[in-house]
């Protein structure tokens, strides 16, 4: 994962590139989202608002399509709710979210291969695992319910 130098640098490249210019709150947004790691955009607001002027959460969602469109962040529905943002990168990951405590847990795609492959025999049908969210209870709820 880059440094906040190196991201806030890759950010303005990236903006450059589009004829787009660096501003605090863009590069605020984005530092939110590495920080936060798996964060709603009203997560986003409540961490950088105060911090500089005209951030509301329209400015924080105008940011994130941007920074989306610029493939720096991507989002995943881990719930009924709101999106939930997260910085790109070139390894995906799976989502297990509790239904009882909310804990959300990373693990690598390839968890899936058998269940991709068996998919794709019976369907034809190819399943992106690559930022997928899958619900059910985590361990130490099911330890302190049993």
Known sequence: MPTEAE????LAAVLRSRGLRMTAQRQLVLEAVRALGHATPE????RIRGQVEGVNITTVYRTLDLLEELQLVSHTHLSHGAPTYHLSGDRGHAHLVCHRCGRI????PSLFANARKEVADATGFVMDVGHVALFGTCSECLEKHA
């Open 7 to 10: 991201a806030e640098t890759e």
């Open 43 to 46: 997560r986003i607001h409540e």
């Open 105 to 108: 847990t990373e693990v690598d």
